[in-house]
């Protein structure tokens, strides 16, 4: 096991108001041989690394600590700065975490880890493969959700946090907040899964798949070997991107941004695009998302995170969601989005229910806005309101 790290690391040098400034990330190493995590697949894992950030400052009786889930493609960079970025964009929620927000550092410690399988510092395919020297690529092992949730307990155990007085993340990060409450019930004061699922349906997972096929259909990607040989299948990756994408925005907000506006003004050329042009402001954009994307993500790490989700199934093995969640002690604040389509309303509904059918503390929110599934990680007063009031009334 890696030495003890310092629990409060974050640096208090403010970048801007109401930020937490610039932090470090922070590495914890444990599963080393013989003693491998045992996945759920049967196969183990070790040793693993988990990099994380913690942002606040942790009390005397542990009791304030909040953590993050990320979301499929996330990472440890919740808020804040890295030191060699302070003049570009801060972590992927920032406009949640800090001083005074919705998750407020002046009261809460918030811990956030980049997954296992991920390709932000966390041990995944992209990782050196002990016994071979090189990348594990097609030789990492599949993950499940369970597994990521383990590898948090104990990056938790290492910090000496017992108990957590929320965990709360939307998308993939709220299949890990179910997790949670179902492994660890005794762990959970109170959760907050937003715009996710009680298990992933045909559609999503037909999503998935076909963003994987495009993947493996690229030539570059070479078994899984892309580094080993020296190339990257960012076609690929860039299709799989391009297809998500569209799954986390909504009809309305999709023609609020574009409409059927072209890139030119000079009417439609009557061609096919190229990879070099388009001719829809639309597709424009997907191009980008995609191009971007493939500068910041690896490709075997999408196949087998997307594959963890498709595998993710809170009725398993009694075929009951309310059975499975017989076990769960914390207090629920589940939230979902009027135009979510990748993860709908009801699915949160289903969630709601079998927690009531428990007798559990449950409040439940629909929001409504145009912004799709990515609107938890978007602006939003309402949704920063409801977090805030919720971790007021349910600790006091």
Not at 53 to 67: P, R
Request: glycine share 8%; hydrophobic share 35%.
């Amino acid at each position: 096991m890696s030495a003890r790290l310092p629990v409060h690391s974050m640096t208090l040098t403010t970048a801007q108001p109401n930020s937490v400034g610039v932090v470090e990330p922070q590495f914890f190493t444990f599963a080393q041989p013989p003693d491998e995590m045992k996945l759920v697949s049967g196969k183990k894992l070790g040793p693993i690394t988990l990099v994380y950030e913690t942002y606040g400052t942790l009390n005397a009786d542990k009791s304030n600590v909040i953590l993050v889930e990320h979301a499929l493609t996330g990472d440890a960079h919740v808020a804040g700065y890295h030191k060699d970025q302070t003049s570009k964009k801060p972590g992927w929620w920032d406009i949640m975490v800090g001083p005074g927000k919705a998750l407020d550092t002046e009261r809460y410690f918030v811990v956030c880890a980049n997954c296992i399988g991920g390709c932000s510092g966390s041990t995944g395919p992209d990782s050196e493969n002990p016994a071979t020297g090189y990348p594990y690529a097609r030789d990492f092992p599949i993950i499940t959700i369970q597994d990521m949730v383990e590898a948090e307990r104990h990056l938790l155990d290492h910090l000496g946090i017992n108990q957590v007085l929320c965990v709360i993340g939307g998308s993939m990060g709220g299949m890990r907040v179910l997790q949670w409450t179902v492994s660890y019930p005794e762990r959970i004061r109170l959760a907050i899964p937003i715009a996710t699922t009680s298990r992933l349906s045909a559609q999503a997972i037909g999503f998935n798949e076909v963003g994987r096929q495009a993947i493996m259909g690229d030539p570059d990607w070479r078994n899984g070997n892309y580094k080993r040989e020296g190339v990257i299948p960012n076609h690929g990756l860039a299709i799989a991107r391009m297809i998500g994408h569209i799954t986390y925005l909504s009809d309305k907000a999709m023609h609020n941004k574009f409409g059927r506006d072209l890139v030119e003004s000079n009417g439609s050329t009557f061609t096919f695009n190229t990879e070099f042009a388009t001719e829809f402001q639309v597709e424009s954009y997907l191009r980008h998302q995609g191009s971007v994307f493939v500068q910041r993500f690896d490709a075997n790490s999408y196949l087998y995170i997307t594959k963890a989700t498709d595998y993710f199934d809170l009725t398993q093995p009694s075929g009951s969601l309310r059975k499975e969640l017989s076990r769960v002690q914390a207090k629920f604040l589940v939230i979902s989005f009027s135009s979510d389509w990748l993860f709908p309303t009801y699915q949160s509904r289903e969630i709601v229910k079998a927690l009531r059918q428990n007798s559990l503390d449950v409040t439940f929110a629909e929001l409504q806005t145009d912004k799709g599934h990515d609107a938890f990680l978007l602006e939003s007063a309402q949704l920063s309101s409801l977090i805030s009031n919720f971790l007021n009334y349910a600790i006091d």
